[in-house]
């Protein structure tokens, strides 16, 4: 054995405990069967050849089987899974003995080392340990301690690791709380070697606030630290999306420590703020750090660049139905700042008695708080509320940062990706950002794309109507001024909206016909602003407006044709089929006739008109949509009939067809109450009543949604706002 190495502690643990070594050394002589296995022990080190030197091989195999059984038989069960797979005995005590006295493997060279022992002293060195501490038996742990009070300092993992890193990442509140009470405020610090994380920052990456909350108290500077990337922790757990995480570590991280002049982290704080939705925090830093938004962040984005991009943050964002709105006007909300989310510290000193009665009354507060987010929840009042708090904080964030940019230079608008940003905004038609940051600084009216093209070039490119309606605001100078603007490719505004719109504005309407519609309506509206010569200007690749419209709408064009013609065929076989029935309906009337007379027996039964007259109404309307859809079949698919022509004969031929079977369902119920019309039936003509209910609500809720979407695309008010209220 090495000069100066000991023996396991679980021989004698009470010797060990005292720091007796060589008591200890003795205990183990005195408990091995003879003296010779001591010294097979102490000074083998190799492995006798076997060819070579069989006698020396045999009595050396003998030696080291007897000297193994004996350190194996004294060992703990625990300790003997450490050292099961050595089969030779001096690589089984040196390895026992470095395990429980680190100290006296460092300064070793690892070639003195025997191969198998380097490869395992790793994984199994200190595999209780991590067990205890991932399973949180304190007791386990706390024996490593008292063995080795320096093992809080060791690094234990593969990944450089210390116990307080493995503490964390298990989530055990309890644990991490005892390691702390044991460590020094430098201990906190240590880092592992895989991206350097102090303990902090791992507790940050999977929101334990608690563990958080226990290190911060015991070294306030944690908060300071940075990882290999040189993010600080609130950012960690920002980008994790950890919110209240995030929240608290704001709290407690220095406000100079996001300071422009420190370095990029507080402008990706901020920006990361903005794509996770935690405006509060974001706000907060920039009421103290107005700079930060116009300050590259670590991935050389400012915030207003990354504001730009989320469209969801603000109400021109989104659309809500009439009753949505209603929702959304009427909720009243309350911008709160970061801090007053941020959860409280719960001291040491606090008594146990009194936090469980607070949290028996944490909990029924709890359960009610669970039962009331339910129902608002259910009634839509709790998403209006917070879209309506997001919009709010959003607008307020936006006024903020257009404050910044006020007086800033051509220079400086540049550097802080201010232009871009009112590309993207355009892109995205944020229209606040567009009406504040231009109101803040009206130079940036003429800000231009790569391709020299104008917000309102960009608007129609990227078809965003809410943009474009602003050009009506303007006053007649400027107006001519942006409609007069033409790209670096001599494209006007008419030849931008006859360029095929962008897929993720085409997703959004119903069927190739529709979006063809939709694309018309474009052309045709911006052909109604500009002046009449801009018809026949032509481009750079020599097309006219007219002539690259056609271009790019071809397949277009001929997927609206063939949507269209999908539609009028299915439709056609169903109202035939109608048609077919309702006709053979009417002369075989229910009760039959009068032999005399010829005439029906319940002519005289209110039921028996209702059967008729439905019956007639679902022939005639079955029959206009026969027609109608025939005539889709064989119209003329030319650009301009899928403005208005085409898609007013598919609302007529679907709006027909759900008359049609609405009217024969009627004169179905009708025809069976005729027939039932006895008192032991009654109980069965409402169920039927109902089952014939069913198809006409089917139709309604696959089919009537497109013939809505249809005829307000036609005849209602149209997509383009063009009040007379002037912006700038």
């Not at 006024?399 to 400086?412: A, G």
């Not at 007379?597 to 022939?619: E, K």
């Not at 027909?656 to 039936?681: E, H, Q, R, V």
Request: contains cysteine.
């Amino acid at each position: 054995m090495a000069a100066g190495s000991v023996a396991p502690n679980t021989i004698v643990p009470e010797a060990l405990r005292e720091g007796n070594y060589e008591n200890w050394r003795t205990c183990i002589k005195r408990y091995l069967v003879a003296q010779d296995l001591w010294d097979v022990v102490k000074n083998i080190s190799t492995k006798p050849s076997k060819n070579e030197d069989p006698e020396t091989y045999l009595s050396w195999k003998k030696k080291n089987a007897k000297s193994l059984h004996a350190i194996q038989i004294s060992c703990s069960p625990n300790m003997l899974s450490h050292i099961r797979e050595f089969s030779i005995a001096k690589e089984a005590w040196d390895f026992l003995a470095k395990m429980h006295n680190p100290s006296l493997s460092r300064g070793v060279s690892s070639h003195n080392i025997s191969k198998h022992s380097s490869e395992n002293t790793s994984y199994y060195e200190y595999e209780s340990l991590i067990k205890a501490l991932e399973h949180g038996n304190w007791y386990l742990i706390e024996t490593h301690i008292r063995a080795c009070p320096d093992i809080l300092r060791e690094k234990i993992s593969r990944t450089g690791q210390t116990a307080l890193h493995i503490a964390t990442q298990s989530g055990n509140v309890k644990i991490v709380e005892k390691l702390v009470e044991k460590m020094d405020k430098e201990d906190l610090e240590l880092k592992e070697e895989l991206a350097q994380f102090t303990p902090l920052a791992l507790a940050c990456l999977d929101g334990f606030i608690e563990i958080a909350q226990c290190m911060i108290h015991k070294n306030p500077r944690l908060v300071c630290i940075v990882n290999e990337n040189g993010h600080l922790p609130v950012l960690l757990a920002a980008t994790r999306g950890k919110k209240e995480m995030t929240r608290f570590l704001y709290s407690v991280t220095p406000s100079e420590e996001l300071a422009p002049e420190k370095g990029p982290n507080g402008a990706t704080l901020v920006s990361t703020c903005i794509v996770k939705q935690m405006l509060d925090v974001a706000l907060d830093i920039l009421e103290k750090h107005p700079r930060l938004a116009i300050s590259s962040g670590k991935d050389n984005f400012t915030p207003i660049y990354v504001l730009a991009q989320m469209p969801k943050l603000f109400p021109s964002g989104g659309s809500l139905w009439f009753w949505q709105r209603w929702i959304y006007y009427c909720t009243n909300v309350r911008l709160r700042r970061a801090h007053d989310q941020i959860p409280t510290y719960i001291g040491e000193n606090s008594s146990q008695q009194s936090r469980q009665s607070d949290n028996i009354i944490v909990n029924v507060l709890n359960q009610l708080h669970g039962m009331v987010s339910h129902l608002l929840d259910f009634l839509g009042i709790k998403n209006m509320h917070a879209k309506k708090l997001r919009n709010r904080q959003a607008i307020k964030l936006l006024k903020c940062i257009s404050c910044t940019i006020k007086n800033l230079k051509v220079e400086q608008l540049d550097e802080s990706l201010v232009y871009q940003a009112i590309i993207q905004a355009v892109k995205h038609g944020i229209v606040e950002f567009i009406t504040e940051i231009i109101d803040s600084n009206p130079d940036l009216l003429a800000s231009e794309d790569f391709s020299k093209r104008n917000i309102f070039l960009t608007a129609i490119l990227h078809r965003q109507e809410k943009i474009f309606g602003l050009l009506h605001r303007l006053d007649n100078l400027r107006r001519i001024q942006m409609i007069s603007h033409v790209d670096m490719f001599e494209n006007n505004m008419l030849h931008l909206a006859g360029m095929l719109a962008p897929p993720r504005q085409l997703d959004g309407i119903s069927g190739a016909a529709l979006q063809m519609q939709r694309e018309l309506q474009w052309f045709k509206e911006v052909e109604s602003v500009v002046p009449q010569t801009f018809k026949d200007v032509m481009n750079k690749d020599g097309k006219k407006p007219c002539d690259l419209f056609t271009e790019q709408h071809a397949s277009l064009m001929k997927d609206g044709e063939k949507w269209m013609k999908e539609i009028a065929n299915s439709s056609t076989f169903v109202a035939a089929l109608i048609v077919t029935i309702m006709f053979a309906a009417a002369f075989t009337i229910p009760g039959g006739t009068n032999e005399k007379t010829g005439m029906p027996n319940f002519l005289q039964n209110p039921l028996f008109m209702l059967f008729i007259t439905s019956d007639a109404i679902s022939l005639f309307s079955a029959t206009t949509s026969v027609l109608m859809f025939l005539g889709i079949m064989t119209s003329q698919y030319a650009e301009s009939k899928f403005l208005t022509r085409l898609p007013t004969k598919l609302i007529i031929g679907l709006s027909t067809l759900f008359f049609s079977i609405a009217a024969m369902m009627i004169s179905f119920s009708a025809a069976l109450a005729i027939w039932l019309n006895d008192p032991s039936t009654k109980y069965v003509i409402l169920p039927l009543i109902l089952l014939a209910s069913i198809p006409v609500s089917l139709f309604a809720l696959l089919l009537f949604p497109l013939l809505v979407e249809i005829f307000i695309s036609t005849y209602g008010p149209g997509i383009f706002d063009r009040r007379i209220e002037r912006w700038y």
